[in-house]
């Protein structure tokens, strides 16, 4: 799991400021696909013309419920936390989100994303 997130944190890690009602779909793919390596550029292309991004993009604009909003919550903050350890940089994100103790939880202590 964790293998996948730091995968998918690398990929992703500016993506919310694609985020934009005014583009098709709420996402502007072109300047998102612009900043990436060229070896990225198919692969992000067809990952970002699916129905699941679409479904993440909607998440993140109108969250439907609380754990649509959670799941948000917690990629974003991986990505800060990704961006906190740089040594370049100069602002710090804070992660509440992260430092939660889920250890009451019935499901062993982890927050499982449905």
Do not use: C
């Amino acid at each position: 799991r964790m293998a996948f997130i730091r995968f998918m944190t690398d990929l992703m890690v500016d993506h919310g400021k694609f985020t934009d009602r005014r583009h098709d779909g709420g996402f502007d793919q072109v300047g998102f696909l612009a900043l990436r390596p060229e070896g990225d550029r198919a692969f992000l292309q067809e990952f970002t013309s699916t129905q699941m991004w679409a479904m993440w993009v909607a998440k993140r604009q109108d969250p439907l419920s609380n754990e649509d909003s959670k799941d948000v919550v917690l990629f974003d903050e991986i990505i800060h936390q990704k961006l906190n350890r740089k040594a370049s940089t100069i602002k710090k994100w804070a992660t509440p989100f992260l430092s939660l103790d889920f250890a009451g939880l019935n499901d062993g202590g982890h927050y499982i994303v449905p």
